[in-house]
């Protein structure tokens, strides 16, 4: 057996929301209107105040997806859904502006083969609890 490693990395930690920090997103929409709808008119540079932007989380991301490239074992990447559809989508090349509407379902294990340039295959495997639904983020 190949040892395996667990190795946290702040790196693929969810998008700060700054002073939205601990509501949830209908709590920002009544609370913090105007930035709701800023947000809405362009999801993928909007920066929460004091926060960051989709366009923050993928440089933020970029050295671990270069990293990704030279990898030759299998990686189990566990984290928020905003992280997981920027990764998912550079790894399956998606135009970033379309990145932040990517379907990533909950307690779903998405398994992608990928070396860089051959075709990127991809098996969704549902867990066992079942599909709560999605963060809320697609739609705001």
Same mark, same amino acid.
């Given at each position: 057996?190949?040892?395996?490693?667990?190795?946290?990395?702040?790196?693929?930690?969810? &998008?700060? !929301?700054?002073?939205?920090?601990?509501?949830?997103?209908?709590?920002?929409?009544?609370?913090?209107?105007?930035? @709701?709808?800023?947000?809405?008119?362009?999801?993928?540079?909007?920066?929460?105040?004091?926060?960051?932007?989709?366009?923050?989380?993928?440089?933020?991301?970029?050295?671990?997806?270069?990293?990704?490239?030279?990898? $030759?074992?299998?990686?189990?990447?566990?984290?928020?859904? @905003?992280?997981?559809?920027?990764?998912?989508?550079?790894?399956?090349? =998606?135009?970033?502006?379309?990145?932040?509407?990517?379907?990533?379902?909950?307690? =779903? !294990?998405?398994?992608?083969?990928?070396?860089?340039?051959?075709? &990127? $295959?991809?098996?969704?495997?549902?867990?066992?609890?079942?599909?709560?639904?999605?963060?809320?983020?697609?739609?705001?």
């Amino acid at each position: 057996h190949a040892r395996r490693h667990l190795v946290p990395d702040v790196t693929v930690g969810q &998008v700060d !929301v700054g002073v939205g920090e601990g509501m949830t997103y209908a709590e920002i929409e009544e609370k913090l209107d105007r930035e @709701a709808l800023l947000r809405k008119r362009d999801k993928l540079g909007y920066r929460y105040p004091r926060g960051e932007s989709y366009l923050d989380l993928i440089a933020r991301l970029d050295p671990l997806m270069h990293e990704l490239e030279a990898y $030759t074992e299998p990686l189990l990447i566990v984290s928020h859904q @905003a992280t997981l559809r920027m990764v998912y989508a550079y790894l399956k090349g =998606t135009p970033r502006h379309l990145a932040p509407k990517l379907e990533i379902p909950l307690h =779903t !294990v998405i398994k992608i083969k990928w070396n860089g340039w051959q075709q &990127v $295959t991809e098996e969704r495997i549902e867990m066992p609890m079942g599909t709560v639904g999605d963060d809320g983020q697609r739609d705001l």
